[in-house]
Each structure stands twice: as C-alpha cells, then as structure tokens.
C-alpha cells in the first residue's frame, strides 16, 4: 500500500497546516506521477472496458484532485504567503499536467472504442464528459495549435492566480468599524479584543473588525 501523506491524512487540515512548502508540493508531484502513470497504462490496453480504463483513471484523479483541494481548503481559511505561494506553484504543476494529458489522442481513441451497451447511463455519461473534455483541450487541432492553445491557458491560470492575489489582498485592507457595543454582543472575547487594538492603531474608540477567515466566520456565526 502506497503511503497516504499529509494531504489526505486525518479529517481536519492539522496536518497540512504544519507541512513544510516543499514537503506539499513533493506530495503533489507524487500524486501527479501516479495519476499520469495510470493513464499510461490505460493508453496500452487492447481491448478497452470500463473497468480497465475509465474506472482507474477515475480513482487516480480522484485522490489527486481530493489531496490537493485540501490545499485549497486550507488556504481559504488560513491564507499565509507561504501557502499562497504554495497553492501558485502547484496549480502550475496541475495545469501543465493537464496540458499534456489534453495532448493524449490514444487516450482519446481508446475511450471511444469502449463498448458502451452494457454501461449503465451515468457511465456513458462520464465517458462523453471524458470525451467532451479532450475536445475542449484541443485534441482535435493540429499540433502547432495546441501548443497555442496550452500557452493560452497557461496564461490565463496566471491571470486567474493574479487576480485571486488581488482580491486577498483588498480583504485584507476592508475593515467594518463599529462604535456601538450593543452590535458587538454574542461576538467572542478575542475578536473583540483583536478588533479594539485595530481600531486604537488607527487612533479611533469602538471596533475595527476584518472581513477575513476564519474571524469573519466565526464573528457571523456568533453575534446576536
């Protein structure tokens, strides 16, 4: 049995809150390797079937795509510039992942050549989603346009990591003051204390309270 790592380890994100960077992003290669050796092997078999090819390639993405959201989990509620730029390195790696997966046409002929009348509905439906999705990737354009199109998505994940940066960034700088105790009850003591050293920084009375996680959550969650 493979060993399980810090990314899928327990039901809370303990363990990957305490991982190194590099020891994260070892995980995901690991997890990337694994998955792209399983479609290699599907690529090879000479009679397909669900069994032998959509359902591993389904497991494989599966675990990566769950060990690796709980990286993004985590950085949704406890956003550090360590972590987001562990989360930006690694949506690199799963981005030319996809790239070179979307380049693989066996693959792309073999789903095709899976017999499908002894599938059920929702079967067929995930080999059409499979095929659907080669389509969307280019495999059907010439190879020079693929590669035009990897770039394109390349930079448009940059875009996208930029522009999530952005919005952390204008989180962190949105405050919501408030001077009237009464609005404050129900809200835990270490909020408020947070908040009232906010505000005395910006030499104001009353409460300086963030709109981030995991503090807003539990802000809403409690005030009456």
Known sequence: M?????LLAGEDLRAIATASPNGILAELRRYISETNAVV???MR??????????QPIEEAFDRQERAWGRVWALKSVRSTPALQRVVEQGDQLVQAQTSWYGRQRRLYDVLERIPQEKL???QR???ELYLRNFQQLG????PRQQRALAVTRRQLT???????????????REMVYCDDQRRTAGIPADILQAAAQRAATVKKSGWLFSVQQPEYG???ATAN
């Open 120 to 122: 059920s509905v929702a």
């Open 2 to 6: 493979k060993p399980q790592g810090v």
């Open 125 to 127: 439906r995930t080999i």
């Open 139 to 142: 495999i059907h354009l010439p």
């Open 158 to 172: 940059r875009l996208t990591t930029r522009y999530a940066k952005n919005i952390l960034a204008a989180m962190k």
């Open 218 to 220: 539990r802000m809403m």
């Open 45 to 54: 078999v000479a009679q397909p079937s669900w069994e032998d090819v959509v």
């Open 40 to 42: 290699r092997v599907a």
